[in-house]
């Protein structure tokens, strides 16, 4: 089992930055590879970027590559999402998500942050 919350999510002007995080709870965190997605109003939920659990493997959506880094402390158990050169386009509420190791997919789910860009 592994609990999340995200944290960080905030109203912030285009062309600013903003950080998330995202704690976990549970064991299976530190073996975990762990994602960001996000959905905007209206819109399917998306990927946004991925990370091994080791850290040593990113992976990033076309849309925020070169803008967007997701890291993990491992002792800290907890998951980040530095955003940069932020817009509009970005708005949406921003969830993190576990995938134990052997699963394949994403099991657990955090609640949810919401970011807002104004333009």
């Known amino acids: 089992q592994v609990q999340l919350v995200e944290s960080g999510g905030g109203l912030v002007q285009a062309g600013g930055s903003l950080r998330l995080s995202c704690a976990a709870s549970?064991?299976?965190?530190?073996?975990?590879?762990m994602g960001w997605f996000r959905q905007a109003p209206g819109k399917e939920r998306e990927f946004v970027a991925s990370?091994?659990?080791?850290?040593?493997?990113?992976a990033y959506a076309d849309s925020v590559k070169g803008r967007f880094t997701i890291s993990r402390d491992n002792a800290k158990n907890t998951v980040y999402l530095q955003m940069n050169s932020l817009n509009p386009e970005d708005t949406a509420v921003y969830y993190c998500?576990?995938?134990?190791?052997?699963?394949?997919?994403?099991?657990?789910w955090g609640q949810g942050t919401q970011v807002t860009v104004s333009s």
């Open positions: 549970g064991r299976a965190f530190s073996r975990s590879a």
């Open positions: 990370i091994s659990w080791s850290g040593g493997s990113t």
């Open positions: 998500a576990a995938s134990p190791p052997y699963v394949g997919r994403y099991d657990y």
